[in-house]
């Protein structure tokens, strides 16, 4: 991980502002489409802020998460609301959120370590919660754009997927990177519910 903080220490203002001016409001109101107004939702590693922003616009109550510290700083700054610096492995919230948003974070856990990471998750959703995650779309695990990366295929995620029976895939789907000389690259988007 040690890798993947300090490409962020380095390339934050950047990063943040390629990613806070991309439209994903289409894959948000999927992920809202489960939730009820005024839910609580915890940004799990929340980059620029680009979806917290956008959430508390919309009259969520948003907990915003990220291990860089200067991102924690940079997305502070857009959002409005103080960002906590966290790694993946310090959630210990009990039932304290209706909705997870992982978007393009947890792709970031090594996969030794994703299963601790899933059932965190889980202890800290509500039942009947929901959770969105994505990965890049293959079947690499390793030093990509100088992070770690960790991705899957609709196969290899439902493997991953049967060790926790207490979440159920809700909707997938494949959707291209939207960044300039990106776009060959695919992502896998999941929606899953908390029983």
């Known amino acids: 991980m040690n890798k993947t903080l300090n490409y962020y220490a380095q390339n934050a203002e950047k990063f943040a502002a390629e990613t806070a001016a991309i439209d994903f409001s289409a894959t948000r109101e999927r992920f809202l489409a489960h939730l009820t107004p005024g839910s609580a939702i915890l940004d799990y590693g929340c980059g620029s802020g680009r979806d917290t922003k956008a959430f508390l616009e919309h009259g969520f109550r948003v907990t915003a998460v990220d291990g860089s510290p200067e991102m924690c700083t940079l997305a502070s700054a857009y959002t409005g609301i103080p960002v906590r610096q966290m790694m993946f492995a310090e959630l210990d919230d009990v039932?304290?959120?209706?909705?997870?948003?992982?978007?393009?974070?947890?792709?970031?856990?090594?996969?030794?370590?994703?299963?601790?990471?899933?059932?965190?998750?889980?202890?800290?959703?509500?039942?009947?919660?929901?959770?969105?995650?994505?990965?890049?779309?293959?079947?690499?695990?390793?030093?990509?754009?100088?992070?770690?990366?960790?991705?899957?295929?609709?196969?290899?995620?439902?493997?991953?997927?049967?060790?926790?029976?207490?979440?159920?895939?809700?909707?997938?789907?494949?959707?291209?990177?939207?960044?300039?000389?990106?776009?060959?690259?695919?992502?896998?988007?999941?929606?899953?519910?908390?029983?």
């Not at 393009?104 to 856990?109: C, F, Q, R």
């Not at 690499?140 to 770690?148: A, K, P, Q, T, V």
């Open 95 to 195: 039932e304290a959120y209706d909705g997870i948003w992982a978007c393009a974070s947890i792709l970031h856990v090594p996969s030794a370590e994703l299963p601790d990471i899933f059932r965190r998750m889980i202890t800290a959703l509500k039942p009947g919660g929901t959770i969105y995650a994505s990965f890049k779309y293959g079947a690499f695990e390793g030093i990509r754009y100088g992070r770690l990366y960790n991705d899957f295929t609709e196969e290899s995620f439902a493997e991953f997927l049967r060790q926790f029976p207490q979440l159920s895939l809700i909707d997938q789907w494949l959707s291209n990177d939207p960044r300039p000389g990106r776009e060959a690259e695919q992502s896998l988007n999941t929606i899953l519910g908390k029983a």
